[in-house]
Structures are given as structure tokens and as C-alpha cells.
């Protein structure tokens, strides 16, 4: 069975730029989150969403936003690009919400 | 929200001897998750600690949650070269009614050949 699916797996942008992400969850999962990873830290909680409504946001800007399709895929959008947030974008799928997350292998955004 | 603390931050150690992480927090957990992430890969779910004083086990590792659910330790026992990684605990309740983790700095573990 395929696990979470993420692209691109790389990404150079320029400051000032938007940037997105995709994220394709296990069949059945109906839960997508996105985490932040700043290299050498843990991942930050950035959304949540279930049945394509936003159901929690972490401690960031406007900048970002997110979606979720029919098929559960989401989208993570990153408006006017800065330095600071080049990171391992991680998404996580789950059938349950809190327990059994499954994450895939991320996006390496690199701003310039 | 939870902050949570590990400790330590680096450890390197030698194949075949034991180890110990930590994982605390000023407020009480209602539950608790171990991850395992490799270089370029997502974190891995280890393991669900639920009731305090609770224990299990996975192989070589073990993990206890404290009995006033505020903090949790992971030993590794005869540490292999392919436990290296970062180890992170979570908070599967970030506070606020989100549905997100909530995940600590993490202790970077390198086992040496």
C-alpha cells in the first residue's frame, strides 16, 4: 500500500515568492495535517484538516494557508517567502485524528 | 500549549551499550507518542503511552510514562549502529481543541560502529 505522498521533494524559491505543496494521504485516511521542521528542531503543527474543513492552526502568519479535496489530497500555500522559512515541510495523514499519524518523507523548501 | 523538553539534546554513543532519553513537561500529558525520524524521512510512530506508571516495550526499547503522566523516558538497551536518529515525544493534544502534535526539540542520537 502506498503511504503518504508528498511533492516536490525539493524546492528552491526566491524571498518575496509563494510556493505549494502537496500532500496525497493512505486511501481511507480522511485527517491531513502539515508540520513545519526547521533543521535540528522538531516539527511545528502548522493545520489540521478533516472532511475538508480546517479543524486546528498552529502559531503561524497569514502567510500560510491550507486546503483539503474530495479525495482528502491538501495543499499547503506559502504567500511572500522568507529566508526563515526554509524547512522539511512534513504531511501527515490519519483515521482517527490524534492517534496513528502516518507521515510522509516531506518537502525541502529552500529560500534564497 | 504544552511545552515539551527533552533531554539530552545530542548523545553519541558506542554500539552495545545503553541509553536513556527524557521527555518532560510542566503540565500533565493526557497521553504520549514516541517518534523515530532517519535523515530525509518523516518521523515513525514507536510507541502510545496512555496511563501513568505504564511500560512497554519494542523490542530493545522501552519506554515509561511517569506516574503523574508529566514525564516519560526511553532506555535502549545494546544500542545498535541502526538506532541512530532523532527521537521525538509528542503531545497529541496541542491545546486550543486543535488536532495536532505537539512535538519536542528532540534528542539527536548517533550509535558508533
Known amino acids: 500500500d502506498a503511504g503518504v505522498t508528498q511533492s516536490p521533494t525539493h524546492l528552491i524559491k526566491t524571498r518575496g515568492q509563494h510556493v505549494t505543496l502537496r500532500c496525497s494521504p493512505i486511501s481511507g485516511h480522511k485527517s491531513v495535517s502539515w508540520y513545519q521542521q526547521v533543521l535540528g528542531q522538531g516539527p511545528q503543527f502548522i493545520f489540521q484538516y478533516y472532511e475538508k474543513e480546517e479543524r486546528g492552526r498552529g502559531n503561524f502568519p497569514d502567510r500560510f494557508s491550507a486546503r483539503q479535496f474530495p479525495n482528502y489530497s491538501s495543499e499547503l500555500n506559502v504567500n511572500a517567502l522568507l529566508l526563515g522559512d526554509s524547512a522539511l515541510y512534513l504531511c501527515?495523514?490519519?483515521?482517527?485524528?490524534?492517534?496513528?499519524?502516518?507521515f510522509g518523507s516531506g518537502t525541502r523548501l529552500t529560500v534564497v | 500549549t504544552q511545552l515539551l523538553e527533552q533531554s539530552p539534546q545530542f548523545l553519541s554513543i558506542q554500539e552495545g551499550e545503553n541509553l536513556t532519553v527524557y521527555c518532560n513537561s510542566s503540565?500533565?500529558?493526557?497521553?504520549l507518542q514516541w517518534y523515530r525520524q532517519e535523515p530525509g524521512e518523516g518521523p515513525v510512530l514507536l510507541v502510545t503511552v496512555v496511563t501513568g506508571g505504564e511500560v512497554k516495550k519494542l523490542k530493545r526499547l522501552t519506554f515509561q510514562f511517569g506516574d503523574a503522566r508529566k514525564d516519560s523516558s526511553l532506555h535502549i538497551t545494546a544500542a545498535q549502529t541502526g538506532d541512530t536518529g532523532l527521537y521525538l515525544c509528542?503531545?497529541?493534544?496541542?491545546?486550543?481543541?486543535?488536532?495536532?502534535?505537539?512535538f519536542g526539540k528532540g534528542t539527536h542520537l548517533i550509535i558508533q560502529p
Open positions: 503540565s500533565v500529558f493526557s497521553s
Open positions: 501527515a495523514s490519519s483515521l482517527v485524528g490524534r492517534y496513528g499519524y502516518t
Open positions: 509528542a503531545d497529541p493534544y496541542s491545546g486550543g481543541g486543535a488536532d495536532g502534535l505537539t
